[in-house]
């Protein structure tokens, strides 16, 4: 049985993502209204902004680009001052609701709309899901951790590291 090397993303993708994770990684805060009607649909954080008092990992400071189907990520209480995502209602449905887990936020393309991507940005990780997106934020003190499944492409724009595979784990280690 041959093995068979997941494709190269094109070049173009690439620089794309590369690019609108650099526009997403600016220090400025923005508050929700004004991020959605600047954005065009662009969600921020429903908690308002970060709160140094909250611990939080410093594992996705450095930029970097994650592609795959589908991208799950579970943190604690403050996540969501550390993610940003786009929606466009006509491509992605999205769904948010309260769990015994936690705050629960998923989007997925809609079945007509083969193509479309679903983009976020959690610190300075830029994350293209091309199936689905499930955010989890808890309640308790947890880690910070992103897996990806489906054709997996990683990428630090830094050191130029790149990891592919069929499914991809990243740990966020909160301090306690």
């Known amino acids: 049985m041959s093995e068979t090397k997941a ?3 094109p070049l173009s993708t690439l ?3 590369l690019l609108w994770a650099a526009a997403c990684s600016s220090t400025e805060k923005v508050s929700r209204s ?10 921020a954080s429903h908690g308002g902004a970060a709160s140094s008092s909250i611990p939080w990992t410093d594992a996705f400071t450095k930029p970097a680009v994650l592609i795959a189907a589908d991208v799950r990520i ?10 940003a995502t786009v929606s466009d209602p006509e491509e992605l449905e999205r769904t948010e609701k309260t769990v015994p887990e936690g705050f629960l936020q998923e989007v ?7 193509g479309a991507e ?12 091309t199936r689905r ?12 951790i992103v897996v990806a499944q489906g054709d997996v492409y990683w990428a630090s724009q830094g050191s130029g590291e790149e990891k592919r595979g069929e ?10």
Request: hydrophobic share 50%; no cysteine.
């Open 167 to 176: 499914s991809l784990r990243f740990v966020g280690t909160i301090a306690r």
């Open 34 to 43: 004004a991020s959605t009607e600047e954005a065009g649909g662009a969600v």
């Open 15 to 17: 620089l794309a993502i």
């Open 118 to 129: 679903i983009k976020a940005q959690l610190d300075r990780l830029a994350i293209v899901a």
């Open 7 to 9: 494709p190269t993303p």
């Open 133 to 144: 997106l499930v955010i989890l934020e808890r309640p308790g003190l947890v880690d910070v």
């Open 74 to 83: 579970e943190g604690p209480k403050g996540l969501m001052d550390h993610i």
């Open 108 to 114: 997925s393309v809609k079945p007509a709309a083969a």
